[in-house]
């Protein structure tokens, strides 16, 4: 596992700093790091503890929750477009935004897709509260910590029953249509999103695909049940996945981000 900072210590030091959950494969965790991975800009990590109150980390950025990028004296910056935002301004080179406005926009709007509010991980994290939240107290005692979590969470998402059961359709939605760009685009003779090169998408969807089906165990290590926990199964979803989709999340870690995964 790799080295994380507790917060005291963290907050006295220059440089950008991220905040991340340690041993977690979390799909926002891990976009931040492959922004800033990509770019090559160098980061402390700063421990995040998921489901407790983090109040160290609050005094200090006003926030509990992770990812966090913290530059500096700057604010934390904390949603997913301020983090392309923060890397792109730290290392303009490589340009992960595309110059041209309108490949611009169908790279920010295609991220949204993935990271925003009722986006593909917002709706798998509908899926996987659903399924931890209806199983037999035989398989998941009432008071296990998992199910504690999945109120906490659940809250933030909007959990409800009618809402996991909706979310397979929107999540296979999302599916074909990167699949159908990834499509286009091979047929251009690119391997990326937009362009001739790796952007923010690239980045956003090579994270996030774990929630589709996660990395090989020798190249993203994680306890056996939070691995099941990120198995799609889901047959309407499964079915709007291209190949082409994994395809595209294994050439961009092999090219651009770190393998194997150092959570």
Known sequence: MA?????????????????????????WAEAAKGLFDAKRVPYARVRQVTGEDNAALVRWTGHS??????????????????MIALAERLAPEPRLLPES??????????????????????????????????????????DHPQRKLVASLGAKYGYSPDAALAAPRRCAAILALLGERLAAQRDAGSPYFAGRSLSALDVYWATFSPMLEPLPEALCAMP??????????DPTVRAAASPLLLEHRDFVYRNHLVLPVDL
Not at 101 to 128: D, K, N, T
Not at 129 to 139: D, G, I, M, N, Y
């Open 3 to 27: 080295e994380y900072l507790e917060v005291e210590k963290a907050r006295g030091l220059p440089g950008l700093r991220l905040v991340l959950p340690p041993g977690t494969p979390g799909p």
């Open 65 to 82: 929750n992770q990812p966090q990028a913290i530059w500096n004296d700057e604010p934390a910056v904390t949603g997913w477009n301020e």
């Open 101 to 142: 406005p309108a490949e611009r926009a169908l790279v920010v709007g295609l991220c949204h897709e993935i990271a925003g509010a009722h986006g593909f991980g917002w709706q798998r994290r509908l899926m996987m509260f659903h399924h931890l939240a209806t199983l037999p107290e035989a398989a998941l005692p009432r």
């Open 224 to 233: 056996s049940a939070m691995r099941e926990s990120y198995v799609l199964r």
